[in-house]
């Protein structure tokens, strides 16, 4: 069965810090994935997406960027944090045409 | 954007008792789907509707879809303490593209 992995789980992190969050998938080939970020109490916003290896599309300027260095794995990165950057950062995946997204347990990042 | 909102942003109800959730969108859709997310934790698919389909049904989840309005409201019948969370109506582009839009998120809590 498919499953898809976020870490690390929480970070704390100073503002000016260097950021790289992961996400895996297992059990599936050539995903489409995600990156959102959800601020406190908000709905989510869509940061990156990506259909194939080094495949990377951009929803939202920002402080951010994404790399796919293989088929299963989806980095979020980030060489300056601003304090803006705190929130809850999501990972999810699907396949070809497919409507429903599956969706990682999360980072939860605190920018001080 | 797309971007739905949901209303009403929080709500809390009797166990047992009905919860009737709303949501709003901008523009034409190919579908719509309902997501649930317990506190601080990734988000969970529970049922997707169709533009061409009016109601649908899934256990104690009734969705309706009302494409002149733009509008779908989520029923969770005969609440248990354990559908606290929530819950978010997500939204595609009828132009193809694969990324959903969300909203901001409806919270629910179920009183034992």
Same mark, same amino acid.
């Given at each position: 069965?498919?499953?898809?992995?976020?870490?690390?789980?929480?970070?704390?992190? &100073?503002?000016?810090? &260097?950021?790289?969050?992961?996400?895996? *998938?297992?059990?599936?080939?050539?995903?489409?994935?995600?990156?959102?970020?959800?601020?406190?109490?908000?709905?989510?916003?869509?940061?990156?997406?990506? +259909?194939?290896?080094?495949?990377?599309?951009?929803? *939202? &300027?920002?402080?951010?960027?994404?790399?796919? &260095?293989?088929?299963?794995?989806?980095?979020?990165?980030?060489?300056?944090?601003?304090?803006?950057?705190?929130?809850?950062?999501?990972?999810?995946?699907?396949?070809?045409?497919?409507?429903?997204?599956?969706?990682?347990?999360?980072?939860?990042?605190? +920018?001080? | /954007?797309?971007?739905?909102?949901?209303?009403?942003?929080?709500?809390?109800?009797?166990?047992?008792?009905?919860?009737?959730?709303?949501?709003?969108?901008?523009?034409?859709?190919?579908?719509?789907?309902?997501?649930?997310? =317990? !506190?601080?934790?990734?988000?969970?698919?529970?049922?997707?509707?169709? !533009?061409?389909?009016?109601?649908?049904? /899934?256990?104690?989840?009734?969705?309706?879809? #009302?494409? !002149?309005?733009? !509008?779908?409201?989520?029923?969770?019948?005969?609440?248990?303490?354990? #559908?606290?969370?929530?819950?978010?109506?997500?939204? #595609?582009?009828?132009?193809?593209?694969? =990324?959903?839009?969300?909203?901001?998120?409806?919270?629910?809590?179920?009183?034992?």
């Amino acid at each position: 069965s498919q499953t898809i992995h976020q870490w690390p789980a929480t970070l704390v992190q &100073p503002v000016g810090s &260097p950021l790289s969050l992961e996400c895996t *998938v297992e059990g599936t080939s050539n995903p489409n994935l995600y990156w959102y970020r959800q601020a406190a109490g908000r709905g989510l916003q869509l940061l990156f997406y990506s +259909v194939g290896i080094g495949q990377i599309s951009s929803e *939202v &300027p920002q402080n951010l960027s994404a790399s796919r &260095p293989q088929d299963r794995q989806f980095i979020l990165s980030s060489k300056k944090l601003l304090l803006s950057d705190s929130g809850f950062y999501l990972c999810a995946w699907n396949t070809g045409n497919q409507e429903t997204q599956y969706f990682g347990p999360g980072t939860r990042l605190l +920018v001080l | /954007s797309q971007q739905g909102e949901e209303d009403p942003q929080a709500l809390s109800i009797q166990e047992g008792e009905n919860a009737t959730m709303n949501c709003s969108y901008k523009t034409s859709i190919n579908n719509l789907q309902w997501y649930r997310q =317990n !506190s601080g934790r990734g988000l969970v698919h529970l049922i997707l509707i169709r !533009s061409n389909e009016r109601e649908k049904h /899934s256990g104690r989840l009734r969705v309706t879809l #009302d494409t !002149s309005k733009k !509008s779908s409201s989520l029923l969770i019948t005969a609440s248990r303490a354990a #559908d606290t969370a929530s819950y978010f109506c997500a939204t #595609d582009e009828a132009t193809g593209a694969n =990324n959903l839009f969300f909203g901001t998120g409806t919270r629910l809590t179920v009183i034992p």
